[in-house]
């Protein structure tokens, strides 16, 4: 079975930085489409960043410049960095898998991290 299990949220300040981590297990990392989203209470899901291989990247335009998307092939583990973080950053991440990269939308996806950044 495809499990994914995501740490690394908190609270910080606005501007402070954080960094998730999303450990995959029963595939490899290598051959699926991985990707962050994130969802705040009474909004709707926001796709955050996706990678394909370790070079294609795509990001939302409330996170350009700010967050980096990466993978860890040998530790089969996806990553987020966040920098310049806002309170409009505020929200449970989730970090997703499919085979192919399709509008944020995943067939596999963890229990999430929240993030809380304060003003």
């Known amino acids: 079975d495809v499990q994914l299990v995501e740490s690394g949220g908190g609270s910080v300040q606005a501007g402070g930085s954080l960094t998730l981590s999303c450990l995959a297990s029963?595939?490899?990392?290598?051959?699926?489409?991985m990707g962050w989203f994130r969802q705040a209470p009474g909004k709707e899901r926001e796709g955050v960043a996706t990678?394909?291989?370790?070079?294609?990247?795509s990001y939302a335009d409330s996170v350009k410049g700010r967050f980096n998307i990466s993978k860890d092939d040998a530790k089969n583990t996806l990553y987020l960095v966040m920098n310049s973080l806002k309170p409009e950053d505020t929200a449970m991440y989730y970090c997703?898998?499919?085979?192919?990269?399709?509008?944020?939308?995943?067939?596999?996806w963890g229990q999430g991290t929240q993030v809380t950044v304060s003003s």
């Open positions: 997703g898998a499919d085979l192919l990269c399709s509008d944020y939308t995943f067939a596999y």
């Open positions: 029963g595939y490899t990392v290598t051959a699926y489409c």
């Open positions: 990678i394909v291989g370790t070079k294609i990247t």
